[in-house]
């Protein structure tokens, strides 16, 4: 069923057609565009007639109206690719051999990771493995099984992440310590990098998500003294050889007895700056014996084996190996910050 508007809207087609294939800038190809479709256009004013057509044509009338747009839009689109390819293809032939080269930057480690593969290095040294948890752990993992007693401030929903299901964002790399001892039996000697995270409020020094090294030594024959050896070697490795440590008791519901681990400043050598408040001393990481507690929670036997673990912030070395005094720079990707490292 014909009428004269579907064919009027036929010979529109036609026409642009022919007259985009001449068109040889966008100008032209614009101009094509607001003839047929502008508000002006050819089109809008054959639609005014559709008023005229009998009520049996309307829906095959409406049918050639878009099925002509269509047309226009493709062959309006068809076109300009057409004079862009040209274009892109004619720049390529005027090629300035005089003009100077142009430096590719090449992208390196951040600095946060950096001071993780050096710790990692350092460890791997010593005889450590790595091993690897997730970052959405079970409560069990996180809390129980490391004898966090239930009414635990670090459980609070105001300082943990929580999922919907129950799970939640670790706290601290020491899970991993449960994921490997249920997996083995003793010997044990790993370190588990990786992210974790607090409802800290940002500042200077706190950050929602941060990273930590842990630890875990395993044995027949483990004593806190293996664990000062092993930190100073680290602390040696990290910040050169005049650093000392020192232990001070502390508490963790993992380790018995735990201990605080603070480094010599490395900033004034130990003899008291703003960076260590005047102690001279930086604390660098939370250690201790491996309750016992947790060793029978992971089916491991008291009596038969004990160990050490040990857990420190990434970005604290980080800071102090780079002497960057916020930690926010870590982690605002700012180009002008990351070029330096
Ligand atoms: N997980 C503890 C923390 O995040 C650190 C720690 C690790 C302490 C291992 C003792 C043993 O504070």
Redesign the pocket.
Known sequence: MSNPIIEKLRAAVATAATRLQEADNSAAIEEVRIEMLGRKGLIPALSKEMKDVPPEQRKATGMAFNEAKDQLEQLLAAALDRIDAAATAAAATELDLTLPGRRWSVGRKHPLMQVMDDCVAIFRRLGFIVADGPEIETVFNNFDALNTPDDHPSRDRGDTFYFADGRLLR????PVQIRVMTAQPPPVRIVAPGRTFRRDTPDATHSMNFH?I?GLYIDDQVSLGDLKCVLLKFAHEMFGPDVGIRMRPHF?P??EP?VEVDFSCIMCQGKGCRVCKNSGWLEIA???MVDPNVLTNVGYDPEQCSGY???MGIERIAMLRYRINDIRFLYENDVRFLQQF
């Open positions: 706290t601290q790399t020491s930590q842990e963790f993992f380790t735990s939370g250690a201790g673990a040990f857990g």
